[in-house]
């Protein structure tokens, strides 16, 4: 069955400290790749989204990630994490002629001051 | 620009109850509807999605039903609630045209059956 796996359940990192969230894919037909955040008691915002083209995605709050399609892989990374950053990230994948988006189960970040 | 609204925010109900959540888009025709599920803890769980009025998939058979009356409308019902179906519910809606389609969630309900 087609999933998204996030290996990392938790993670924490010191505020100003560089950030890198994995996310793999099983393989399927073209993937459409997007992370979404999460703060407690909300909906998931769009963080970014990949679909073809330049594989290094820029996203809102100064969130990038990049797709490496021989490793499966759409990791999202941050160069200097802020207390603010402190929530759930959820990766999710979308494969090319479905409707289904299938999200892996989520990395909860905690930022140390 | 387009907005999707859930209501109600917050609900707590007696086992063996009813259960209607509303799902409603604004600034969009004929988009793509989806009901999610996130237990304490855990990622989230597809219940229905549906391509368009009156066609509604089923993922998880469940004590769960969902119904698209309208074209930006879309309900998630019980007829006996259980304990398992505590929860937070995510509706999400996503475009038809174009092959760069992007889910678009609401704010959750948050529903606790005791």
């Known amino acids: 069955a087609q999933s998204v796996t996030q290996p990392d359940i938790h993670i924490t990192v010191s505020e100003g400290a560089s950030l890198e969230l994995r996310c793999n894919y099983s393989?399927?037909?073209?993937?459409?790749l997007f992370w979404y955040v999460q703060s407690p008691g909300q909906g998931l915002q769009l963080l970014l989204k990949?679909?073809?083209?330049?594989?290094l995605v820029q996203g809102i709050k100064g969130f990038e990630a990049e797709f490496k399609r021989s490793q499966s892989s759409f990791n999202l990374r941050k160069p200097s994490v802020h207390w603010s950053d402190a929530a759930e990230y959820f990766c999710?994948?979308?494969?090319?002629?479905?409707?289904?988006?299938?999200f892996g189960t989520g990395t909860r970040l905690k930022v140390l001051a | 620009s387009q907005t999707i609204h859930q209501w109600p925010a917050t609900l707590v109900q007696p086992v063996g109850s009813p259960l209607s959540l509303e799902c409603t888009v604004e600034?969009?025709?004929?988009?793509?509807l989806y009901w999610y599920r996130q237990a304490a803890g855990r990622g989230l769980q597809l219940l229905f999605y549906?391509?368009?009025?009156?066609?509604i998939s089923s993922e998880v058979p469940q004590n769960l039903s969902a119904s698209r009356p309208q074209d930006r409308q879309f309900i998630l019902s019980s007829k006996k609630l259980l304990l398992s179906d505590s929860g937070f519910y995510l509706c999400?809606?996503?475009?038809?045209?174009?092959?760069?389609?992007?889910?678009?969630f609401g704010p959750g309900t948050r529903l606790l059956v005791l």
């Open positions: 600034g969009t025709s004929n988009p793509n």
């Open positions: 990949y679909f073809s083209g330049d594989t």
């Open positions: 549906s391509v368009g009025i009156g066609q």
């Open positions: 393989y399927g037909a073209t993937p459409y």
């Open positions: 999710a994948v979308r494969f090319s002629g479905t409707y289904k988006y299938i």
């Open positions: 999400a809606w996503s475009p038809t045209s174009g092959h760069q389609e992007t889910q678009y």
